[in-house]
């Protein structure tokens, strides 16, 4: 019998022991991979702003050139839409080509 629990005893510890050399392992694959953490937080960040452009839009026609009927307003808007949607296609061709 207490050869029997010191067995198990023994295979608690070899079990806890790789549990714990997993568990470095993992520490440190994530603390080399913290740039590329922050690298995909800010691409998903930037993305999710980027979608937001087209109802921002609308509502700034709505609001600015739809009232005030400026011409003007709606040329700069509409050539900030451009650019700001040109981005996101730039940014999903970088995301699919590295991915």
Known sequence: ???RRLHLFK??????N???AG???LRAARSQSKVLYWTVALFSLFA???ML?????MLQ??????????????????LL??????????HFRTVLRYS
């Not at 452009?53 to 839009?57: H, K, N, R, V």
């Open 48 to 50: 999710n702003l980027l």
């Open 81 to 90: 839409v451009v650019f700001l949607y040109s981005e996101v296609v730039l």
């Open 18 to 20: 790789i549990i714990q």
């Open 61 to 78: 026609v709505y609001d600015r050139v739809l009232g005030s009927r400026s011409e003007e307003t709606l040329i700069a808007l509409s």
């Open 23 to 25: 568990l470095t392992e």
């Open 11 to 16: 295979r608690l510890l070899m079990k806890n």
């Open 1 to 3: 019998m207490v050869a």
């Open 53 to 57: 452009t087209g109802p921002m839009y």
